[in-house]
C-alpha cells in the first residue's frame, strides 16, 4: 500500500497547482464528513461579516496591505 502512495504521490506532483488542489479537495471530502451543526455556524458567521460590510462597520483591510504584513512578520 505505501508503494501505491508513492506512486501516486509521484504523479499528483506532475499536476498543475490548481489540479493539484482540486484533488486534495477531493480526497478530503471523502474522509471528512459535514458537520451540519458546524456549516449552520460557518453560514450565520458569513451572513454576520456580509451584514457588517452592508452597514459599513466593518473594518476592510487592502488584500496588498494583509500580505505585506505577512512578509515582514514571517522575515
Given at each position: 500500500m505505501a508503494n501505491?502512495?508513492?506512486q501516486l504521490s509521484s504523479q499528483a506532483r506532475t499536476l498543475?497547482?490548481?489540479e493539484r488542489v482540486r484533488l486534495a479537495e477531493e480526497l478530503l471530502a471523502t474522509v471528512h464528513e459535514p458537520d451540519d451543526e458546524v456549516e449552520?455556524?460557518?453560514a450565520e458567521?458569513?451572513?454576520l461579516r456580509i451584514?457588517?460590510?452592508?452597514?459599513g462597520t466593518a473594518k476592510l483591510i487592502p488584500a496588498d496591505e494583509v500580505f505585506a504584513k505577512i512578509r515582514h512578520l514571517l522575515k
Open positions: 501505491l502512495v508513492e498543475s497547482p490548481a449552520a455556524a460557518w458567521e458569513i451572513r451584514a457588517d460590510i452592508d452597514a
